[in-house]
């Protein structure tokens, strides 16, 4: 199955320097879908037909059945054939049946409990509907723009995963006035990165003998991810013998036991050993 977004979609990097403000571009799609009677994000019942390996297909009311991945249903319980499920058409993929992704029903609408989330800059919930030109549309109660530039991903294929999945954002635009919420994942995912570091940072002690993954090979050493925060192993510290390179002995991806020498807790800096132990 494909994973690309449709090609008249721009990749994530799109933002709204492209002269076009979030509220033009959701305003944009909203004109060109007003009048077509299958608008992707447009919630379908489908009825299950069969369930293979890899998909569950469907007749979703038109001449080619739909196919909605078996990982989509995160608790591992499968629908059978004859159950209704409520989705919504993302595309086409190779074969030539429609792409679906299951359809969260809209909370009732909601605008002072939006309002004051807007105001106290609170994290709330919401699910991806789906993708639209420059970003992602969002169930938060009401219909959202979340731009890609703050999906928290780096590329077209992470943010076409999001469709279906439920995600804490943050409101960063709201006219009630004409519905136009705007919402930012990325700012959450980036707070939520801080207080894990920050907490590992507390847990990390000198002494300690910890499992790290190798995340990046230097001429000097290697950056350690030792749960969440990085480390540098030295390569004075890789082995009592002489190395040239860090990357004569170690590889980026390679699971690694090292000894916590020190802890610049201003710098946030963390020296690792590996020939300590």
Known sequence: MSNNLPESQPTPETTVENNESFGELLSQFEKSHSHKKDDDTKQREGTVITVSAEFVFLDV???IEGAL???AFKDGELPKAGDKLPV???GRNEEGYYELSLFKIAQPKDWSSLERAF???AAITGTVTGAIKGGLTVDVGVR??????RSGVRDATEMEKLVGQEIVCRIIKLDVADEDVVVDRRVVVEEQEHAQREQRYSQVRE????QGTVRSL?????FVDVGGVDGLLHVTDIAWNR???PADVLSEGQQVEVKVLKIDSEKRRISLGLKQL
């Open 61 to 63: 009311g038109l001449k």
């Open 69 to 71: 991945p078996v990982a």
């Open 88 to 90: 919504s058409i993302k």
């Open 119 to 121: 105001e106290e800059k």
């Open 144 to 149: 959202a723009f979340m731009p890609a530039s």
């Open 207 to 210: 002494g300690d003998v910890v």
């Open 218 to 222: 230097t001429e000097y050493g290697a």
């Open 243 to 245: 190395i040239s390179k």
